[in-house]
């Protein structure tokens, strides 16, 4: 093999050109951008000596890349995912995998065919020192054992603009749902990933509570763990200024993330133990108090392509494997599904009960008679990072 990846993107909207400005920018090491590709190609000129295609099969089928990011609206990730896959290439797919949990099974299981081809999933937030440090402490027994959960992320603010920025954005038909498979999948894939998944949901999602949109924009979830945690999560992208504090007990202490600060505070002993020993009645254990130190990433979506990068040519293992990305379109399919059904959802999630409901909705969806208004300029960089 080369030592040297060449690299295409297909989707050329906010988040491919913030890929390819650090690909060309030579952020990422044995990695060479060869060619760009949009629906609309000729907003694409700037990107000239690069080869420039008007739809993905074509650039996937040129010969001029060995892998491809895909950073198109969700519903064509799992099919373009698959024609890559059956044409020889590594695939890097944006958030979420596929719109919905029975295409990102069908995606999976094309990998499974081509497992020699690596598969990875743009989950920047897994390269951030906060959630290390958190997953960690956690996989050390820091905490003990978890018993309560709550993340409430309600600063994903967005305008109505925004949602008129594009046809897909917001339908059930372009987008396959609102805050929770787009903004909150990064928290969910970290929440999965630092804690597992959950056994059961109910969740109340109230749809375009604060936008002229058809999909959800605030959402009140509660999830049950195997191990009899609990979990409370609270979103929304029309609450301003919003919150974003994370909260994690174990028997053994108390981690919260706010404000851009991860506090331990540890029990000297195992709660559940100083209960059974304790003589008194109205006594706590004695604790420790510990500011955990962090920086932020700098460029964590070049890291991780860095690491996609790495795996192709040496074996390094992925940081975000494709595969993982199931588990947060579950939980965004399920926390949506148990509030349409107005029920409580035992998981794993029937992916199929889950699509037909999902049809049912784009049936009447308003996907492609949305009006499209660009967006005036502004620093996209500024949406990422919770
Ligand atoms: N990881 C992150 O931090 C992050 C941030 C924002 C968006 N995203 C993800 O990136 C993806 C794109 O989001 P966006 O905000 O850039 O959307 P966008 O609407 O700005 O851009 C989408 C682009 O895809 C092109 N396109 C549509 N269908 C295509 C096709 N079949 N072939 C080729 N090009 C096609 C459109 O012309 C457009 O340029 C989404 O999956 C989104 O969830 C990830």
């Given at each position: 093999m080369s030592d040297k990846i060449r690299v295409g993107i297909i989707g050329m909207g906010n988040m491919g050109k913030y890929h390819a400005d650090y690909l060309l920018n030579n952020k990422v090491s044995r990695c060479e951008l060869t060619a760009?590709?949009?629906?609309?190609?000729?907003?694409?000129?700037?990107?000239?000596?690069?080869?420039?295609?008007?739809?993905?099969?074509?650039?996937?089928?040129?010969?001029?890349?060995?892998?491809?990011i895909i950073a198109t609206p969700h519903y064509q990730h799992k099919e373009l995912g698959i024609a890559?896959?059956?044409?020889?290439?590594?695939?890097?797919?944006?958030?979420?995998?596929?719109?919905?949990?029975?295409?990102?099974?069908?995606?999976?299981?094309?990998?499974?065919?081509?497992?020699?081809?690596?598969?990875?999933?743009?989950?920047?937030?897994?390269?951030?020192?906060?959630?290390?440090k958190i997953r960690k402490l956690i996989q050390?027994?820091?905490?003990?054992?978890?018993?309560?959960?709550?993340?409430?992320?309600?600063?994903?603010?967005?305008?109505?603009?925004?949602y008129q920025s594009g046809g897909w954005r917001a339908t059930w038909k372009g987008?396959?749902?609102?805050?929770?498979i787009n903004q909150c999948l990064h928290n969910l894939d970290t929440l999965q990933w630092l804690c597992g998944?959950?056994?059961?949901?109910?969740?109340?999602?109230?749809?375009?509570?604060?936008?002229?949109?058809?999909?959800e924009d605030n959402v009140t979830s509660y999830l049950e763990y195997p191990n009899r945690a609990t979990g409370v999560f609270v979103t929304s992208s029309g609450e301003a200024p919003g919150s974003n504090r994370f909260e994690i007990a174990g028997t053994q202490g108390?981690?919260?993330?706010?404000?851009?600060?991860?506090?331990?505070?540890?029990?000297?002993?195992?709660?559940?133990?100083?209960?059974?020993?304790?003589?008194?009645?109205?006594?706590?254990?004695?604790?420790?108090?510990a500011d955990i130190p962090f920086q932020n990433a700098v460029g964590a979506h070049a890291q991780l392509m860095q690491n996609f990068v790495n795996a192709i040519l040496d074996g390094e293992p992925l940081i975000a494997p494709g595969a993982?990305?199931?588990?947060?379109?579950?939980?965004?399919?399920?926390?949506?599904?148990?509030?349409?059904?107005?029920?409580?959802?035992?998981?794993?999630?029937?992916?199929h009960a889950y699509e037909q409901k999902l049809q049912e909705l784009s049936a009447s969806s308003n996907y492609g008679r949305k009006k499209?208004?660009?967006?005036?300029?502004?620093?996209f960089a500024q949406s990422f990072n919770r």
């Open positions: 760009v590709c949009s629906t609309s190609p000729h907003k694409l000129e700037s990107y000239k000596p690069l080869k420039i295609f008007d739809n993905g099969e074509k650039l996937i089928r040129s010969g001029e890349v060995d892998a491809v890559a896959l059956e044409n020889g290439l590594h695939i890097m797919v944006e958030k979420p995998i596929a719109a919905h949990k029975a295409d990102a099974e069908r995606l999976i299981e094309a990998h499974r065919k081509h497992p020699s081809q690596v598969f990875a999933a743009m989950f920047q937030l897994r390269i951030e020192p906060r959630y290390q050390d027994g820091e905490l003990g054992e978890i018993v309560r959960i709550n993340w409430v992320i309600t600063d994903w603010y967005r305008t109505e603009a925004y987008e396959g749902g609102g805050v929770l998944m959950p056994s059961r949901v109910r969740s109340f999602c109230d749809l375009g509570r604060y936008h002229d949109i058809e999909v108390k981690l919260v993330l706010e404000n851009n600060k991860l506090t331990f505070t540890r029990n000297e002993v195992d709660m559940i133990e100083f209960s059974k020993q304790a003589k008194v009645g109205f006594h706590k254990p004695d604790v420790w108090y993982d990305g199931l588990q947060s379109i579950e939980l965004a399919n399920v926390l949506l599904y148990s509030s349409l059904m107005d029920q409580s959802i035992d998981l794993p999630l029937d992916s499209v208004v660009e967006l005036s300029n502004e620093d």
